[in-house]
């Protein structure tokens, strides 16, 4: 049988990979406005970077990571998410000398051992962006204008911004005390890894998708509505800055996140076109971690773009594959030597140039051109090679031109006014 690819982990095609080009592109042009450079870090990683990173009682960590064991006996992991890569990256260069705010952004392959489903896979795209060294809450709601900008530009939506905080190492104890005392009321009710983990790891119970632990804590006390002095200062200071520069957003006291490292301002982008799979995007502020990972103390924002959930959500809408400048139909063999030359001559000028390769009858090789859009067709047989003339066909409006088929700057001039004009 033949061999087919492994579950949960897709190819992307042509036709589709156009639409994943076009979110690409737009990250680099918005992105590249807000003054973020690229980092690209390998896709495997010590295992030992995401227990410490993401916290070894999270869902990631305890159930979805790809980890093995290399042919010395190393801990490796597929990378389930990019923060905790660019961090050891940016602590590892010491990116921080070279710059006191370094703002990063990434695109790549992620893995993570769920359940497949529509808007979930095992190997997944994310489209994330970090910025290392900036506590002042500008940097928040110039991170959410970012995302908000990219996600206009894409064209969605349908999107929802919820945004909330999780306080910080000095408010949370105090909250902790509560939520733990409000979740031992209702232990019964709770999941088997709930049940485990309430007291270890508390918020995990408010991210837990299980449908009885969602309805027990639905009436859970909020961070919110405990936040210390400084943390409360600092949310309303994104709010507020969230209102000037009028980018819309809801309040989410309910807002975990599946992630240990995040505090303070966190945020998902959410839709209900996706089913159960209601988060696109997803981020918050992450104060320790670059410390935590044995590098210096700065302050650190971030978030992730599912590029899948994206591509589902531009449904339909096409992105139109590059149609081909011109199209050469030949008649007999001369004339395919000819076509094979002038094509080959006109791609080297970054024209795109096709022919058929098969020698077929005119009437097929007409209806290649038509099936690939082409803007122009050229007919070529013994009598064009003689007289050295051709007529240049216009597909768009049906009208005809003759060309000198030696004078190639001609033939190019002509071409590219066509490209820029459509
Ligand atoms: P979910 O609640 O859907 O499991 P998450 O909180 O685990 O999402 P994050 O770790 O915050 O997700 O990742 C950011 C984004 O990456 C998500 O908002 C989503 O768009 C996308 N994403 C996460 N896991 C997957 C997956 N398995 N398949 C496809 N996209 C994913
Ligand atoms: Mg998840």
Redesign the pocket.
């Known amino acids: 049988m033949a061999i087919k690819a492994i579950k949960g982990m897709n190819d992307i095609l042509p036709g589709d990979i156009e639409t994943w080009q076009f979110l690409e592109q737009k990250v680099r042009e918005v992105f590249g406005t807000y003054g973020f450079n690229e980092i690209r870090t390998p896709v495997v990683e010590k295992t030992e970077l995401f227990c410490r990173s993401i916290g070894e009682t999270t869902d990631i960590v305890e159930k979805e990571m790809y980890t093995f064991n290399d042919k010395s006996e190393n801990s490796l992991t597929l990378r389930p998410?990019g923060t905790a890569p660019a961090m050891r990256a940016f602590i590892q260069h010491k990116l921080h000398n070279l710059d006191p705010v370094n703002k990063l952004y990434y695109m790549g392959p992620m893995f993570?051992y769920?359940r497949p489903q529509k808007?979930?896979?095992r190997q997944?795209h994310?489209i994330g962006a970090e910025v290392i060294g900036v506590e002042n809450p500008m940097i928040d709601a110039q991170v959410l204008a970012m995302l908000h900008h990219y996600f206009c530009a894409i064209g969605i939506d349908a999107v929802e911004l919820q945004v909330n905080s999780l306080g910080c190492p000095d408010c949370r104890p105090n909250y902790r005390k509560f939520l733990v005392e409000f979740l031992e009321s209702r232990l019964e009710t709770l999941c088997g890894d709930c049940q485990r983990r309430y007291q270890t790891n508390p918020l995990r119970v408010l991210d837990c998708k299980v449908p009885g632990c969602k309805a027990a804590t639905l009436k859970a006390p909020a961070v919110l509505d405990h936040l210390c002095g400084a943390c409360e200062e600092h949310f309303t200071a994104v709010k507020s800055h969230l209102d000037t520069l009028e980018i819309p957003y809801v309040l989410n006291a309910r807002m975990v996140?599946?992630?240990d490292y995040y505090v303070r301002t966190t945020f998902?982008l959410v839709t209900d076109q996706l089913g159960s799979?209601s988060?696109?995007?997803?981020g918050g502020r992450y104060d320790g971690l670059v410390e935590s990972l044995d590098g210096p103390a700065l302050p650190g924002i971030g978030f992730?773009?599912?590029i899948?959930?994206l591509v589902l959500m531009k449904g339909g809408e096409k992105v139109q594959a590059s149609r081909p400048d011109i199209f050469f139909a030949a008649m007999g063999e001369a004339a395919a030597e000819k076509s094979f030359i002038l094509m080959s001559q006109l791609q080297r000028a970054g024209i795109h140039a096709e022919m058929d390769y098969h020698g077929r009858s005119l009437k097929s090789q007409m209806r290649r051109a038509n099936k690939l859009a082409a803007r122009y067709t050229l007919i070529l047989g013994d009598q064009e090679l003689e007289s050295g003339e051709a007529e240049l066909k216009n597909m768009d409006q049906s009208s005809q031109e003759k060309v000198q088929l030696n004078d190639l700057a001609a033939l190019i001039a002509r071409l590219t006014a066509q490209a820029v004009l459509t």
């Open positions: 998410e993570r769920e808007g979930r896979y997944f994310q996140r599946g992630l998902e799979q988060a696109v995007a997803a992730a773009i599912g899948e959930r």
